[in-house]
């Protein structure tokens, strides 16, 4: 059997002894034939080959340099690799370096994939009796083989404690699990039944293990944080050693900066542990960090640090003075319920608040919104463009960064191709662009943007891409944007209005690359929300002369268009003498985009796929959506006023977060063909599917309740950057006149009621908001929220925390506005924080 067919199947033995045959220039010469086909594999090599590959390196090659190159290869997987015949093929060729190869092999291990190859590198320095390396992949490597059963069908591991007890690696990188970052992650599951920090503890109560050092490396590692993911088992093992007060005593530094500014969870150990060690804290350190922990928004850690300061003043009288001014600073907490508690406590001990006098401000105190910004100017340079195009290798492509790239490939890929396509093509191979793309992908954005950049780039390219093209072009031939009215009703497409408009666009600019001095788009924006004026449109169309007018071009600029009548311009546009001259005049003299009919609906899951549909699971049972619909008797083959309820789960759009600078004069036409992103980061927890919210804030036109049910989904995203762009959207809106904070309240009070939001998420973009000078808008948000909270038979969570800055903001603003439900809640009576705080509100509007 040939040596390379023998690897190949794994033929280890018989790898191995030929091996054993050879002489000294026969393993050279293998050797080299070994690289070569190393450096040939179309695939990925693992298992019983990789381990016949392993003995071959071992037994051909000269160093450990060559050895640990070879099969640290992103081709070879060393993840099952066999180590004992490894070791017995370096024992039989006598080579000295074997150490040297575990070492340089564990150099190379994917600290995100450190379990792939690391058995392997263990079982070599074991083999060779040297010391463990220290560094970060090795370390989490050997922290997942603490509790990882490899393999179902193999034995049954030991209890990690005994594996522990007995690991030769344990002395030297004990240290570093506390020093490599998001290495918690690794400890955070149980091996045979018991999880990591319990037997370190364990070995530490036995004196296997240095209780000191345990101690030391946790507090350490919760002051250099991490994510909370990777510090709960160091909270776990902080739990299980359980600090007594003297060694607290001895770390009281370190315990007051976590309780200070740890992490929630971190603070609230470390104010335990302080706690029950106070007799042997200084007075003066622990007064200054609990001055801090007052102003924290976590609400159970105020109100432990209340109660400790309150039975730290009974215990220690000759301090109770100072103790009730600290007790004082609560009384500014965000949530009424412990301002109320700090202030009886304060008193309690001795504080008189000095008298103040209040003076109310009715109104919002917002700066005036800010004129939309131009567009920057056209690219005119190659540099310049190819340094834009790495802005568009990013999963969601900036709209304005696009709308210049096109714009700038009709330009000079007619005018300056050679360079263009020299500068272009290693930025695009570096990127990967299109590596991935399917040749059948045709009405995808992301496809047809790839094969644009590319076709720029090599005219092979573009040869290759023309069918394609013309076939995206005469699939869209009865897809017209005009005219709207006096035509039979027609079926919407499958794809996206978007998908469409930018697939025929870029088939379009595709073939426009082949031309001469190409003059740039029409569509080309002229303000940065994508919105384009019409006098330009007019001035383009002018200077077009004799040269064809692309008709996906046109169409995108008539959308980019203000909503509105200019009939002296439509007079101008109409002396053109051209098809696109008198297209734009009709679409100036108001034959433009209807306003679409739109309805709230409620939609339920997609359909189960199959028995094992674990994702369904996960998806909310319900969806508040709202629908578009044609105005009647009006056509729409594009769908752009058609909007589906399509069920939950079915996916994303395709470049969705184009949709504001596609429409940039139509905010609550967006606003429906995005509502199911917006609401998939409150109800699936997605990320930055909301971040495009002030995008569509900058559009004109009304919102209607799409916009509302919106900025309802963003306020209770699960993620604060979506929150944040939300409020920074509801801000705008509010600042320009265009928010309707009664209709964005009504329809987040119906979400929480019926469980389809978390209302305790929008507390604090809520705050945020009166901080930034709209208390009004807050309070009339509010108070629409509030009456379906309330009637709802079991009120949401969260419902307290916006009664109590419904009071606040009624108080702020002076402002009386009729809750319904509240004086049924107040009438139940009681003491709930429920009841408690819709007698507050109940007050401050008496007041």
Request: with cysteine.
């Amino acid at each position: 059997m040939d040596f390379l067919e023998a690897l190949e199947r794994g033929e280890v033995t018989t790898v191995g002894s030929a091996l054993h045959a050879l002489d000294d220039p026969a393993r050279r010469a293998l050797g080299d034939e070994l690289v070569v086909y190393v450096r040939g594999l179309d695939d990925i090599l693992y298992g019983r080959p990789a381990t016949a590959l392993a003995v071959a390196a071992v037994g051909t090659l000269s160093t450990a340099t060559k050895v640990a190159a070879l099969l640290g290869r992103g081709s070879i997987l060393l993840t099952d690799t066999d180590p004992e015949p490894v070791v017995a093929a370096a024992r039989q060729r006598g080579v000295p370096w074997l150490a040297d190869v575990a070492y340089r092999l564990a150099e190379r291990l994917s600290r995100r994939r450190p379990w792939d190859g690391w058995h392997f590198v263990a079982a070599l320095l074991l083999a060779e009796k040297v010391p463990p390396p220290t560094g970060d992949a090795f370390v989490a490597g050997w922290a997942q083989s603490l509790w990882w059963q490899r393999s179902s069908d193999g034995p049954r591991r030991s209890p990690v404690l005994d594996e522990l007890r007995a690991d030769p690696f344990l002395d030297v990188l004990l240290p570093r699990l506390f020093e490599v970052d998001g290495i918690g992650i690794d400890l955070g599951f149980s091996g045979a039944g018991q999880p990591v920090p319990a037997a370190l503890a364990a070995l530490a109560r036995e004196g296997r293990l240095d209780r000191a050092v345990l101690l030391d490396g946790v507090l350490g590692r919760l002051l250099r944080g991490d994510r909370p993911g990777a510090l709960r088992p160091f909270l776990a093992l902080h739990e299980e050693l359980r600090p007594g007060p003297d060694e607290v005593a001895t770390r009281v530094d370190g315990y007051l900066r976590l309780l200070a500014d740890g992490p929630g969870p971190v603070a609230g150990a470390a104010q335990r542990a302080l706690r029950d060690a106070d007799s042997q804290v200084d007075v003066d350190a622990l007064l200054d960090t609990a001055r801090v922990v007052l102003g924290r928004p976590e609400k159970a850690l105020v109100r432990a640090q209340l109660s400790w300061l309150d039975r730290l003043a009974r215990r220690r009288p000759e301090h109770r003075a100072r103790i009730a001014e600290v007790l004082a600073t609560g009384t500014g907490h965000p949530a009424a319920d412990l301002r109320d508690r700090a202030a009886a406590l304060a008193q309690r001990h001795g504080h008189r608040p000095v008298a103040t006098v209040t003076v109310a401000a009715a109104g919002d105190e917002l700066p005036p919104p800010v004129s939309p910004a131009p567009a920057a100017p056209p690219i005119t340079e190659v540099d310049e463009l190819v340094e834009e195009v790495f802005g568009l290798l990013t999963p969601r492509r900036p709209p304005a960064t696009l709308e210049r790239v096109l714009d700038g490939l009709v330009r000079l890929a007619t005018t300056d191709r050679a360079r263009l396509a020299a500068a272009l093509l290693p930025v695009l191979r570096r990127g990967e662009v299109g590596a991935w793309d399917h040749s059948w992908s045709q009405f995808d954005v992301s496809v047809q943007l790839n094969g644009v950049l590319l076709a720029a780039a090599a005219q092979p390219e573009a040869a290759s891409r023309r069918d394609q093209w013309s076939s995206i072009l005469s699939q869209l031939l009865t897809r017209t944007l005009r005219p709207f009215r006096g035509r039979s009703a027609v079926k919407p497409p499958h794809q996206s209005a978007l998908t469409l408009i930018y697939c025929g666009r870029l088939a379009e600019i595709g073939q426009r690359l082949d031309g001469r001095d190409d003059p740039g788009l029409l569509a080309a924006p002229t303000g940065a929300t994508g919105a384009l004026d019409p006098t330009a449109l007019y001035e383009r169309l002018a200077a077009l002369g004799d040269r064809p007018v692309w008709r996906w071009d046109l169409t995108q600029a008539l959308l980019r268009l203000p909503v509105g009548v200019d009939e002296a311009l439509a007079d101008r546009a109409a002396t053109l003498g051209s098809m696109a001259g008198d297209e734009l005049a009709r679409w100036l003299r108001g034959d433009a985009l209807p306003a679409t009919v739109q309805q709230v609906v409620t939609v339920g899951r997609r359909a189960r796929k199959h028995t094992y549909d674990f994702a369904y699971e996960e998806l909310p049972a319900r969806r508040t959506l709202v629908t578009g619909t044609p105005p009647e008797g009006v056509a729409d083959p594009l769908g752009l006023l058609t909007v589906p309820a399509h069920p939950i789960g079915r996916g994303l759009g395709d470049s969705s977060n184009l949709w504001p600078a596609l429409l940039p004069g139509h905010r609550g036409l967006v606003a429906a063909h995005l509502l199911s992103e917006f609401a998939s980061t409150a109800q699936e927890n997605a990320r930055d599917a909301a971040t495009i919210m002030p995008a569509v804030a900058e559009c004109a036109g009304a919102g209607g309740p799409a916009l509302d049910l919106a900025l309802a989904y963003g306020l209770c995203a699960r993620h604060e950057v979506d929150r944040v762009a939300t409020l920074d959207a509801l801000l705008m809106l509010a600042a320009a006149g265009d928010l309707d904070p009664p209709g964005v309240g009504g329809q987040l009070g119906a979400l929480a009621a019926d469980g389809q939001v978390t209302p305790t998420r929008v507390v604090t973009p809520l705050r945020d908001a009166i901080a930034a000078g709209a208390p009004l808008t807050v309070w009339r948000l509010l108070a629409a929220a509030l009456p379906p909270m309330l009637a709802a038979p079991n009120p949401p969570r969260g419902t307290p925390d916006l009664l109590a800055l419904g009071a606040e903001t009624a108080l702020a603003t002076g402002v009386r506005i009729e809750v319904p439900g509240l004086a049924d809640v107040v009438a139940r009576g009681g003491t709930s924080r429920l009841v408690t705080e819709a007698r507050r509100l109940a007050t401050a509007l008496a007041t």
